[in-house]
């Protein structure tokens, strides 16, 4: 296997947008309770946040996470969530069938975001509720004081205001399976006075509407088109939801599904630009990849036994194929970065996660975990147009698969070019040579390698180190080209200075 890749630092695609990077924490199985809430666990701050949770996703970078939900937030009354937890309600949660013990809510989880360094992405609840509660929660979160709800946070002990910048109007309000699910006519609508109205109370908030749950919704296409003309003016992104797996065993094909998001995300896009013509707008719509992963587990049904509280969800177990779609996934947004501005690995911590933990118990590290971490720490600044070569393969759904999937970001600022690559190729090496001519006099800080002749291999707690990256990667810096070998089914960071 033989492949070329070409980059100049004046062919630029966009600046990376570090919400790129983002994830997702809903109240769903043990994400908020056992995962970054875990009174019970020797590593626990006076609030009952994991301090090893805490440093295995600052190390991540996350600068923005979902939250509360996900299918969640369509039944969620935020209010039970504030106040003395000694009076919080608890309550049958319909997403799940759980039993919601609120001891978590608005505040607590804006603490725990400070401590990772993240922002907060709110979400809002259009399934059972509407404008009113929308409008109250961010005069309460994002109001200083001298209003009602304002004043209240004051008393719950929040005299600054959280001012949380990213807010979505809803979740996969098109899904039967959302507590309040509406067509596209009755969403629009209802986006568009509520994004007034929040915005009416403050006017620096941007506001993601829901799109489709996936492209595969037969609704596709036209929801986005019939939401966004009813609410385009007053929006400022529209939400992207994906999941992919191996559930029929075909890795070749498997590896391929990061074609389906580049997709998806042309689709969307030009839906965006086709109402941005029809009303003659000069704004251009910006994409929220709000969730996006593997799920193995996707459509299994909630816990069998209902109304417990938080038991565990959707712990899906990575490999390191998964770990290579990972890979894949996030070359695809980077290439997308003129149009993707926010993204949101679903989720963070437990379900569907790159974290696991048990609870009182150990933590460890998922495959998956790897190359968010790379891709977050060292994708920053500003993605170059990438010219590849590289051969081809068909598999079930996809033609024309290239073996190599890479893409390169320049930090101006730290005078650094990284080239991720993943070599889908599951039984050869393949050698890559770069052409980079602009950083002719670029020198190699590290190639780091994430690979394993297991496909199937995996961390568990009692083997959390069996899939990690190592920086052995080989790749030489000569006459202004990079020549590397990426070994067979690997994800590989090509750092220069
Ligand atoms: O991330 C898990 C679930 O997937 C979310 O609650 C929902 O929005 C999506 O269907």
Redesign the pocket.
């Known amino acids: 296997q033989k492949s070329t890749m070409l980059i100049d630092k004046n062919f630029t695609v966009s600046e990376v947008d570090p919400r790129l990077y983002g994830s ?1 924490i ?1 109240h ?1 199985g043990r994400a908020v309770y056992g995962g970054i809430y875990d009174p019970g666990h020797p590593t626990a701050d006076e609030n009952g946040f994991r301090q090893d949770a805490v440093e295995a996703i600052k190390a991540l970078n996350v600068p923005i996470i979902r939250y509360p ?4 937030v369509s039944g969620y009354n935020w209010e039970d969530g504030v106040g003395p937890i000694s009076e919080r309600k608890r309550k049958l949660e319909l ?1 799940w069938w759980t039993t919601e013990p609120n001891a978590i809510g608005t505040n607590e989880f804006a603490d725990w975001a400070k401590l990772v360094g993240s922002e907060v992405m709110m979400a809002v609840n259009l399934g059972t509720r509407g404008i009113d509660e929308a409008r109250n929660l961010v005069e309460y979160c994002n109001h200083p004081s001298g209003s009602y709800w304002s004043d209240m946070r004051i008393s719950h002990g929040y005299r600054e205001p959280h001012r949380f910048k990213t807010w979505c109007l809803g ?2 309000m098109d ?1 039967p399976w959302q507590i309040g699910a509406k067509t596209a006519v009755e969403y629009g609508r209802l986006a568009n006075e509520t994004a007034k109205a929040m915005k009416w109370v403050d006017p620096s908030i941007e506001l993601v509407a829901c799109g489709s ?1 996936s492209s595969g919704m037969s609704t596709f296409a036209e929801w986005e088109a019939t939401v966004l003309d009813l609410s385009y003016d007053n929006v400022d992104y529209l939400s992207l ?1 994906t ?1 992919y797996n191996n559930n029929h065993n075909d890795t070749p094909n498997f590896l391929a599904k990061s074609l389906d998001l580049d997709q998806f995300i042309h689709s969307v896009a030009s839906i965006c630009d086709y109402i941005k013509a029809k009303k003659r707008s000069k704004k251009t719509l910006m994409l929220s990849l709000d ?1 996006w992963n593997v799920w193995h587990s996707i459509g299994s049904s909630r816990a069998e036994e209902r109304w417990q509280v938080a038991p565990p969800e ?1 712990e899906d177990v990575y490999t390191h194929e998964d770990a290579l779609a990972v890979g894949c996934f996030l070359i695809t947004l980077l290439k997308h970065a003129d149009r993707v501005k926010m993204g949101c690995i ?2 963070l911590i437990n ?2 996660a790159p974290i696991m933990t048990e609870t009182g118990g150990a933590l460890w590290l998922q495959t998956t975990y790897y190359p968010f971490l790379h891709a977050s720490n060292y994708g920053r600044g500003t993605v170059l147009q990438a010219v590849v070569s590289s051969d081809k393969y068909d598999s079930k759904d996809f033609t024309d698969v290239p073996y190599l999937e890479a893409i390169s970001v320049y930090n101006e600022e730290q005078g650094q070019v990284t080239i991720f690559a993943v070599n889908r190729h599951l039984e050869e090496k393949m050698e890559l040579s770069v052409d980079i001519r602009s950083f002719g006099n670029a020198t190699l800080i590290e190639h780091l390698v994430l690979e394993s002749d297991d496909l199937k291999a995996v961390n568990t707690k009692s083997n959390p180190q069996n899939v990690v990256p190592h920086a052995g990667g080989q790749s030489s810096v000569e006459n202004g080209k990079v020549q590397a070998i990426l070994s067979k089914a690997s994800w590989n960071v090509i750092r220069l200075q």
């Open positions: 997702f809903e769903l939900g996900g299918n969640f997403a979740n996969e899904g749950s939801h999941y969730e959707f679903a989720q379900v569907i």
